[in-house]
């Protein structure tokens, strides 16, 4: 697996630092708010982010899971967000939403997602991302807590696949473009 990465982007030591200073800030952000703080994450490229980062966090909150897809197979979004799994709460006007994604692209899901759960009623909705890679936004969309601000490359591991694979890796790389191309 390893060897069809191209080069490390993110190190482990350098994504748990990242992920301590997010906490941090969601931590300061939230500290005076008595009601439910409720971290959604994105399946399934989000699961790993979130695990790390849901430790780190002090204050009280809540998981759960929504799954939205708005890519095929392969490195190109489709442009079309399917939701696979909702979330079914019948508390969300008690509920600041802090949605928890692995990457930003082109923005499309998240700027879908976060109207979507306002008009579902959520008291709040704000977004946080492992990763984002501004330069290919194709919707204006602005998260709330970035850990970092990535070039235009195919990522993968922490949780990012290509075709379902390197997930497991424990730090960010960039896939060798041979193993996408044939
Ligand atoms: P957006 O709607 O285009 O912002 O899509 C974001 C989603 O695309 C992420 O949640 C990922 O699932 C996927 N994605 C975007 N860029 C990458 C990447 O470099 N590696 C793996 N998945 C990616
Ligand atoms: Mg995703």
Known sequence: MKNDIAYT???EAEIDATVSRIAAEIDRDYADRSKGLLLLCILKGS????????KKIERPVEIDFMKVSSYGSGTASSGKINIML???RSDLANLDILVIEDIIDSGRTLSYLVEYLKLAGARSVKTCTMLDKPDRRVVDFTPDYVGKIIPDEFVVGYGLDYD????TLPFIGVLKEEVYSN
């Open 9 to 11: 982007l993110v190190s």
């Open 47 to 54: 699961v790993v982010f979130m695990g790390d980062l849901m």
């Open 86 to 88: 909702d979330l079914h």
């Open 164 to 167: 379902e694979k390197y997930r």
